[in-house]
């Protein structure tokens, strides 16, 4: 049990030697203690001893067996009072930190939006106050349950750890743990390993909120997230329930008004689809088959009469042309056409011989006659 002890008392006989070594006595109303510190365990002495400076020396009794009287080797020295607290802050903060009770994977996410407020403080003064108000200012609906805690003192540690575990089994959605502003030695109690474990190991979320903005804590490490006050937890635990309302409104009319443009695109679609459908069905195709027949049937019909048109044109051209060339018209004219018995026309003279029948057409019938005798022109020239 004397390997590793704390003795507070007043510095007395202190010689700094010159192979580095502190010899000084320590002692109080009752007593007094020979201490030693050896030149290899300085490093972690951060202040000069001087006569009447109140201490606490912490390491190992053992007797001095030269003299046969025992004495205090010290492993370290803290000064009393403030210095004492902040060496032994410091301390406490270096074991947490090497046993990753601050490290940032084991945080637990703040919810955004909570039905249900723990509160672990004193259930007067200012603190508790202004995190009900706060609270029921962002969001009238809000359940807050108290678990009125001893916040200074020695009884302050157990008191908070109880508070942290009743609000854990009573379901709560965020915890804030705290109090208001004060010393080192009022804020103490949340300094203390046994408070620091049963925040580490809280499943619900926990925010710290121990005293003012410059005030800093053993808990606020190992919080899943830290306040600078009281009133700030409240912001950071609750959700601005008007705020969230004006929100949620924003979300309806954007929702709406992108509905209503999806609808229409939509609607646009579908119709163009309509369109396509109706022109690729097979009713649409016999239609549109059936339109560009009637339209072939209509220009066939227009090209046909177009060449009639030029046939009959052409035609009575050839009539013309065939009514200057017709016998019926010389025979009109006082003409005549002869034929010899065998049909032929008669051009020369040598076609018949005397005695011959011949038929001579004129314009009313034809005539029968007889060659009685040939002429020939020559001779008629002669």
């Known amino acids: 049990m004397l390997q590793s002890i704390f003795v507070r008392g007043e510095v007395s006989n202190c010689k700094y030697h010159s192979s580095g070594h502190i010899y000084f006595t320590l002692k109080d109303s009752k007593g007094t203690i020979a201490c030693v510190m050896f ?3 300085r490093n972690g002495l951060t202040f000069t001893l001087r006569e009447g400076m109140q201490v606490v020396v ?64 004193a259930p007067t003064g200012a603190a508790v106050r202004d995190i009900i108000n706060v609270a029921t200012r962002r969001n009238p609906h809000i359940r807050i349950i108290l678990y009125p805690a001893i916040v200074q003192g020695e009884a302050a540690a157990a008191s908070i750890v109880n508070g942290i575990r009743a609000l854990e089994r009573q379901g709560v959605d965020v915890m804030i743990v705290g109090r208001g502003g004060g010393s080192m030695e009022d804020l103490w109690a949340f300094n203390e390993e046994i408070v620091a474990q049963a925040v580490f190991d809280c499943e619900v979320p926990i925010i710290s909120a121990v005293g003012h903005e410059t005030d800093t804590t053993i808990i606020d490490y190992v919080a899943d997230l830290r306040a600078p006050t009281p009133s700030a937890a409240a912001e950071l635990a609750v959700y601005d329930y008007e705020q969230t309302l004006l929100t949620l409104g924003g979300y309806a009319d ?22 396509r459908l109706k022109l690729l069905s097979p009713e649409s195709r016999i239609r549109e088959k059936r339109t560009r027949a ?23 051209l050839f009539i013309e042309q065939f009514k200057g060339l017709s016998p019926l018209n010389k025979l009109n004219q006082g003409y005549s056409y002869v034929e010899d018995k065998e049909g032929k026309a008669l051009k020369r003279i040598e076609q018949v011989q005397t005695g011959d029948t011949l038929t001579i057409h004129v314009s009313d019938g034809k005539v029968l006659a007889k060659v009685t005798d040939k002429i020939s022109s020559a001779t008629e020239e002669e």
């Open 254 to 275: 954007k929702l709406h008004t992108l509905m209503q443009k999806k609808i229409a695109e939509k609607r646009s679609e579908a119709e163009n689809k309509y369109l």
């Open 39 to 41: 030149a290899g365990s």
């Open 58 to 121: 912490g390491g190992t009794v053992d007797v001095y067996e030269r003299d046969g009287k025992y004495q205090l080797y010290a492993k370290q020295i803290l000064q009393e009072g403030s210095g004492f607290l902040y060496e032994k802050f410091e301390e406490l903060k270096r074991e947490l930190e090497e046993r990753g009770m601050f490290a940032a994977q084991y945080k637990r996410p703040v919810p955004k939006y909570i039905r249900t407020l723990g509160v672990v403080t």
């Open 294 to 316: 009637m339209q072939l049937e209509e220009s066939m019909t227009r090209a046909m009469e177009e060449k009639l048109l030029k046939r009959k044109h052409r035609l009575a």
